[in-house]
């Protein structure tokens, strides 16, 4: 039962102690000598016992694994994110299973399936941007499940904690706007199916300055690497109407775009000027740097972790569900330097 | 004991099959016939009845889990292979338990105590490069444990399954020595605890050429990211005889090395050639498009996931450790374009 091959009982012969003794030693119970909770301690090390959370769960029905779901794992700010994650779940004494999903909402559904299958205690979920078609993670959460959603969102019935996208995005395409543009472009999905929400601060940002929508200013990148990114403003820069400036959705993709002007002699931000989103370390490593909107992973990350550590220890009785949304800062470099003539 | 709340018993009541027929369907037995097991599925699908992997490890004493232990994650071809191996797993069946370390022996060991002590049936380990220490990996081998470490290696008991790193370096150094560079440096690691096949690979292609090392040429990134490669190349290229030429580790920090060159008014390859490692997206849509060195990440992903199932798939019988290293190649863009005068 025990991979090391000893039990509790082996522990129990070995010093004499009854098997309940050696069990609430281990299990640190007040109830047992400091002088005691040593010896069997010791024992415990020399046979290299280990607690057996399979056992354990089956008895107190926790598992100590929280399920991690990440969708488009492809954008760098995923890894951070996941990371710190994993580190914050760690220092609670929490196992990080771990799963991806190719955007498609059965692969989605099939790892919260394997999570559950696994018994895990609660799960984080970063959903595919594609489709908003989360009634499968509201019927869990009614259920009483632990979960929490980490990307922005009206109060659908599921705890949400994230940066702020539609507000990141108005500041972002207000930057653009306060220099002077007004053929302001964005390389987003804007799929009315999709999360959309870095899309609607867009169209927030130009109704504030009184600058119509044109549907040419909008292609969505259909990825999230550079390749995408490139390719996304080939398609935008083909409009017979160029646009002066481009919000771009994230710092990834806006490698490629700020590639594309290069290559096609465009002179950034002379002639367009470029901002991104998430604050990718290598965005300061362009060859003209990135402006970007920032906001700190680590906050939403420990947020997130305590909010979900909360559900689990509330069990039967969950907190009403709340979305808590951290305001984004705006990073201002070379790609959006300085003022500019219209 | 199901998280659904409904047991065996529930389907076996209101099938009015025996719990035990109701859990050799379950498990697909060929002693069930189809429409006996399409019945108790289908009851088992209204009751949302999921089986209990937990229960099942205490009598199959296998956890269809693996766990993934990443050192140094911020080098985004790691988000790669981890989505990669994740991946692969699930095709099998096989969950991932996720763990980082932060390039510390201590947190590699822990990481590692964590996975066994949730009972994972096998752990795959990409280890840090700062430390050669892997005693505790073999001696878990030794034991019998399922294992295999993502790096390359001599035989020291433990599967090894990776790119050729020694290889990689060499080609891609001998490659700027035919450009007739004779004044090679390198940013990478060459500490003699560490992890130094690409720093051997560096020497030896110079001693290939004929070329002697000059210790002022080695600079240690001292981390795995743009920034650190920036601050690299600012302390190699403050040495009084300058390299021609730059072999960097990976193409995350090579971000680093070309932004210094163009800060400080250098043109890449003119002069300075520069080349990379691990032939990450980003590094064709740089100004100045990165060469570097490439292999296929599934390749390698598939064959580890064969491998570690192999193992598990022997227990008390495990097959004799193996390094296999796959022959990476090389890929030429603009940073070392074209032949060279000296």
Redesign the interface.
């Known amino acids: ?1 025990n ?1 090391s091959g000893y039990r509790l009982s082996d522990i129990a012969e070995r010093t004499g102690y009854s098997k309940n003794t050696v069990s609430l030693a281990l299990r640190d119970s007040p109830r047992i000598s400091e002088a005691t909770r040593l010896v069997i301690r010791q024992a415990a090390d020399e046979l290299q016992y ?6 354990k ?2 008895s107190s ?1 926790t ?3 929280i399920g ?1 779901l990440l969708a488009d ?2 954008n ?1 700010i ?3 994110t ?2 710190s994650l ?2 914050e779940l ?1 220092t609670h004494g929490y ?6 999903a ?1 955007s498609t909402l059965s692969e989605e559904v099939a790892a919260v ?7 895990v205690d609660g799960i984080l979920v970063y959903p595919t941007r594609d489709h908003r078609n989360y009634q499968h993670l509201v019927d869990m959460r009614k259920s009483g ?1 632990p979960l929490v959603m980490l990307i922005p969102g009206e109060n659908i019935g599921v705890d949400m904690i994230s940066v702020d996208e539609k507000r990141g995005a108005y500041i972002a395409v207000r930057h653009l706007i306060d220099l002077g543009h007004t053929r302001v472009g964005t390389i987003d999905g804007s799929d009315p199916r999709g999360n959309r929400h870095k899309f609607d601060g867009y169209l927030q940002a130009l109704a504030s300055a009184g600058i119509p929508f044109d549907p040419a200013f909008q292609v969505d990148p259909r990825g999230f ?3 995408s ?2 390719w996304a403003m080939d398609a935008l820069m083909s409009a017979p109407r160029r646009p002066t400036a481009v919000f771009v959705a994230n710092d ?1 993709i806006a ?2 775009v ?2 594309w002007c ?1 290559k096609h002699g465009l002179s950034v931000p002379g002639d367009v000027a470029i901002i991104g989103f998430d604050n990718l ?2 965005g ?5 740097t990135l402006s970007t909107v920032s906001y700190k992973t680590e906050d939403i990350t420990r947020m997130a972790v305590e909010r979900l550590l909360r559900l689990i220890d509330s069990p039967g009785n969950l907190p009403d569900p709340r979305v808590t949304l951290f305001e984004p800062e705006l990073v201002i470099r070379e790609s959006t330097g300085g003022a500019r003539e219209t």
Chains 1, 2 share one sequence.
């Open positions: 039962m991979k280990r607690p057996n959370y399979f056992a769960s089956l029905r598992s100590r694994t991690l794992i492809s760098p995923l890894t951070e996941s990371k994993e580190t760690a196992g990080t299973l771990f799963a991806t190719n399936e394997m999570f559950r299958s696994r018994q499940f690497t550079p390749k990114g490139y990834y490698i490629g700020m590639k290069l370390e290598a300061e490593y362009l060859s003209v």
